[in-house]
């Protein structure tokens, strides 16, 4: 199980004719003009942002009904350039609510166990995205790329454990471990292609003490808008298997192609950290992170972290990591659910190894009632127990789901 994964080699390969980009990216950060790298794309992000009290407060009056009318970026009047480049490009000042919507959030996210019959285990990364639904990466539970056990084998035997994080004095919270509960919902798009796992959690941990319901979730939509070139994006993450950490520093969105279905950005990340929540400023999830560029020396050989060439017998944690990385755009994979969704309500039937029952059907549904959400209903707290409240109604509930 120690062979490269396919998924990092392609992607790595894709990430490495960036650079042009990256350093595009970088200019625009430095000369304050982010505002200026895709224009269609900042008029989007300026709307979203107007249309929350929350964020809009970050404009001046004038200025968020400016960028409400004004569809051109390049035709705002220098005072409403000014503000919106101080919002998307200046990553010092953050509400004091950045903290504790983060704080909130982290607890939705886990990390993953995975395990085949033979005891063999890798570790990944998962989100709570829907009530007691698990995100995370096909290859994450899926090892038939390398020759191993296929996702239907390993989900299994896999489990999920939540508050894994140690606290500010040293010492480590209680943990809570589920297992998952493939037979209720496993839905899944293959490693080169959406790379994604979404499968429903067994509703109380293994020793009973814990009720998946007390995570909240995050709220997710397919809204465009959520983020723009050149802002800064923010991983929680359970990187080479070690306790939940934040990347929150000198990470910026370097390329969005809305062609691709992939977003392009800079993080620290490492093997444990794939299927990770990838979210902006407002802590929405913009996309599930997906692989890495790999550092490779004049040969094309895959360098370790100690600058040496790394060799399979090193195992994946030795490989050396560079800064670029991909993720799966999170608007993509909520319309491939209502895609499969919209097949199983035709046909009461989906294909194997995917699940569906009618109880996990009823979760997919209440997740994808934010599908084309506003701010504002991403930021109310839902309770997890209850059910979604109707399109045009303002949920309530304690974990909000961002994007």
Excluded: C
Aim: avoid cysteine; charged fraction near 25%; charge should be negative.
């Amino acid at each position: 199980m120690n062979r490269l994964r396919p998924v990092y080699e392609q992607a790595s390969a894709r990430l490495d004719g960036k650079a042009g980009t990256r350093a595009q990216t970088h200019k625009h950060i430095a000369s304050r003009t982010v505002r200026l790298l895709d224009p269609p794309v900042t008029s989007m992000r300026a709307k979203r942002l107007v249309q929350s009290a929350l964020t809009a407060s970050a404009f001046d009056g004038e200025v968020a009904q400016e960028l409400r009318e004004q569809p051109d970026v390049s035709q705002l009047s220098a005072r409403a350039q000014n503000q919106l480049e101080r919002v998307v490009n200046d990553a010092d000042f953050l509400p004091v609510w950045f903290l504790q919507r983060g704080a909130d959030l982290r607890r939705t996210v886990a990390q993953v166990q995975a395990r085949s019959p033979a005891g063999v285990q890798m570790n990944g990364t998962g989100f709570l995205v829907g009530p007691g639904l698990l995100l995370t990466n096909a290859h994450v539970l899926d090892w038939s790329d390398i020759g191993g056990e296929s996702l239907d084998v390993i989900v299994h035997g896999s489990t999920v454990v939540f508050d894994f994080e140690q606290r500010f004095d040293g010492s480590y919270a209680p943990m809570a471990t589920f297992r998952l509960d493939p037979e209720t919902l496993l839905l899944a798009s293959p490693w080169n292609e959406l790379d994604y796992v979404l499968v429903a959690l067994a509703p109380r941990s293994v020793d009973g003490k814990v009720a998946v319901t007390d995570y909240g979730y995050n709220r997710l939509t397919a809204e465009l808008g959520k983020v723009a070139r050149g802002e800064p994006v923010f991983i929680i993450q359970h990187p080479l298997g070690k306790e939940k950490q934040v990347v929150l520093n000198e990470n910026r969105l370097i390329e969005r192609d809305e062609r691709s279905t992939v977003l392009v950005y800079e993080a620290d990340t490492n093997s444990g950290s794939s299927g990770s929540p990838v979210y902006n400023r407002q802590w929405e999830v913009v996309a599930l992170h997906h692989a890495p560029q790999i550092a490779r020396n004049e040969n094309g050989e895959v360098l370790s972290i100690d600058g040496g060439v790394w060799t399979e017998a090193q195992g994946p944690d030795r490989i050396q990591f560079l800064a670029l990385n991909e993720g799966i755009r999170i608007s993509s994979i909520l319309h491939d659910l209502i895609r499969v969704f919209g097949d199983y309500r035709q046909s009461n039937a989906i294909q194997a190894p995917q699940r569906l029952t009618s109880e996990g059907a009823g979760k997919l549904e209440i997740m994808l009632q934010t599908l084309g959400a506003t701010p504002d209903a991403l930021v109310a707290p839902v309770p997890v127990a209850e059910k979604a409240p109707a399109q045009d109604a303002s949920p309530t509930r304690r974990y909000p789901r961002p994007d």
